[in-house]
């Protein structure tokens, strides 16, 4: 059986649990649009102004409405990442306002060049099941950063996508871009191809912006990802267990105001919880106590039998270092125990500020050693060893027997070039290179291997126009990145 990682209790999981029922009840959520409070009001909940107390029954009734899975298609139609149950995918982390110049180690405002590059080598990469909308091009005006970032993914990738809006009058526009990208509407709501994250404001807010976000998608059928952010120590109680409980009052709530839009419109129960570093006054999401909410956080949700998203595999460090190497390894192989659904950070540093594409690199060798963790041991035969040895003794060799030849891919993680397994003397004949030099000629390598895959051509002329038609309202009048 697969190795599983549960951090709470029976008995505590309850208790947070009930905590958080009192929380939405006793305490309230302050919700500041005016559709929401009136969806709230209209099936029993109490209005006290813009704060919202929801009754227990309310919150069972959402999360017994709420599908317990769905996937996500790519391009093509094919299913290609299962929310739901113990399945277990990665996606580059999203929204960085910076990329790091391989070249020089700085940290510099993102480009549409970057987000091209990062598309371009997460696509060639098998261990990320879903692209993401990376970084905020710096480029593109401020009112069209949202819809612009979708445009650069869905013009260079195929698989399937984690991303969300900045502008309410935008989430439309990027649905209807999705829509013509999957061949309507109702193909979206049928097949759909992207995750919409949407975050509350800690502690127990859903602002105007938030709540109506996931009111429309709702409405439009298309996956809304619940994404808290506690600080534990900030915004959000000093011990790990008590953000627990704000952080599952939080969650709960956006599905109550998500469902009651739309009885059974499919989405997960994410977050980025952290701490406060009390010497730093950092959000460390590198941190082992990161780690632990998130599989925490992720062991509620499946409590609930909902589908999970976590925030795991960044870095706190600036460059991809021993640091980053340990931060991010260490978190991929919780994440995978933990069995979250969908597993959002790979490449990140700098507290989510930064992204790199050599860090992409690296973190999908931890990734890959991480699912190989959750395939556990398992026998192929029969006979474990006895046979064997009954067969050839003591002397045998067993490089030389056709079950080696057979299973050893399938034993075995055999990781790309930017791990170094050679001996001394080849490792300095090669040059002696680190682990983000070898990095650095990979995603040289794949990027000279990519190829853009084919859109059709009606789908790339609407999705041109609709972006032209904001971005001259907007004074850009070329297309960076395309």
């Known amino acids: 059986m697969p190795p599983r990682l549960q951090l709470l209790?029976?008995?505590?999981?309850?208790?947070?649990?009930?905590?958080?029922?009192?929380?939405l009840d006793e305490i309230g959520v302050r919700v500041q649009t005016e559709v929401a409070l009136e969806l709230l009001a209209s099936h029993g909940a109490r209005v006290e102004g813009k704060v919202v107390h929801i009754p227990q029954e309310l919150a069972h009734r959402a999360t017994s409405s709420a599908p317990q899975e769905f996937w996500l298609h790519d391009r093509s139609g094919k299913p290609t990442v299962r929310y739901g149950n113990d399945a277990v995918h990665f996606a580059p982390g999203s929204s960085c306002l910076q990329a790091l110049d391989a070249e020089t180690l700085e940290h510099r405002l993102a480009k549409s060049a970057d987000l091209v590059r990062l598309v371009q080598v997460a696509e060639m990469l098998p261990q990320y099941a879903a692209q993401s909308t990376a970084v905020v091009c710096d480029d593109v005006p401020e009112s069209i950063k949202d819809l612009y970032r979708l445009l650069l993914v869905l013009w260079y990738s195929e698989k399937p996508v984690v991303t969300?809006?900045?502008?309410?009058?935008?989430?439309?526009?990027?649905?209807?871009?999705?829509?013509?990208?999957?061949?309507?509407?109702?193909?979206?709501?049928?097949?759909?191809?992207?995750?919409?994250?949407v975050c509350p404001s800690?502690?127990?807010?859903?602002?105007?912006?938030?709540?109506?976000?996931?009111?429309?998608?709702?409405?439009?059928?298309?996956?809304?990802?619940?994404?808290?952010?506690?600080?534990?120590?900030a915004t959000a109680p000093v011990t790990l267990a008590?953000?627990?409980?704000?952080?599952?009052?939080?969650?709960?709530?956006g599905v109550v105001i998500q469902q009651l839009a739309q009885p059974g419109?499919?989405?997960?129960?994410?977050g980025a919880p952290s701490i406060l570093d009390m010497r730093t006054a950092t959000t460390p999401m590198g941190s082992m106590e990161a780690a632990m909410l998130n599989a925490a956080c992720a062991q509620i949700g499946k409590h609930l039998r909902l589908p999970t998203?976590?925030?795991?595999?960044a870095s706190d460090s600036k460059i991809p270092d021993a640091q980053a190497g340990m931060e991010s390894g260490m978190a991929a192989a919780l994440a995978v125990l933990a069995g979250i659904n969908m597993v959002s950070g790979a490449g990140m540093l700098d507290f989510l500020a930064c992204q790199s594409a050599e860090k992409l690199v690296m973190d999908a060798e931890a990734i890959g050693a991480a699912m190989r963790l959750r395939q556990g041991i398992e026998p192929h035969a029969a006979s474990l060893a006895v046979e064997l040895f009954r067969a050839a003794g003591h002397q045998t060799d067993f490089l030389k027997l056709p079950e080696t030849r057979r299973l050893f891919r399938s034993e075995q993680y055999l990781p790309s070039p930017a791990i170094d397994?050679?001996?001394?003397?080849?490792?300095?004949?090669?040059?002696?290179?680190?682990?983000?030099?070898?990095?650095?000629e990979r995603v040289s390598e794949l990027v000279a291997s990519y190829a853009r895959p084919s859109m059709d051509a009606d789908v790339e002329k609407h999705l041109l126009d609709v972006v032209r038609r904001r971005a001259g309202k907007a004074g850009l009048h070329s297309l960076p990145g395309i």
């Open 265 to 270: 419109a499919p989405v997960v129960w994410g």
């Open 9 to 23: 209790e029976p008995a505590l999981a309850e208790r947070v649990l009930e905590e958080a029922y009192q929380l």
């Open 421 to 440: 397994r050679e001996p001394l003397s080849r490792w300095r004949d090669s040059g002696g290179k680190d682990m983000f030099a070898r990095a650095r």
């Open 242 to 253: 008590g953000a627990l409980a704000q952080h599952t009052a939080e969650c709960l709530s």
């Open 164 to 197: 969300g809006a900045f502008e309410l009058e935008n989430l439309p526009v990027m649905i209807d871009m999705l829509a013509a990208d999957a061949g309507g509407h109702e193909a979206l709501r049928v097949k759909p191809r992207a995750v919409f994250d």
């Open 309 to 313: 998203h976590g925030y795991l595999v």
């Open 202 to 233: 800690p502690p127990l807010t859903w602002s105007d912006f938030a709540a109506a976000s996931l009111i429309e998608l709702a409405r439009a059928g298309v996956p809304a990802e619940i994404v808290p952010v506690p600080l534990a120590g």
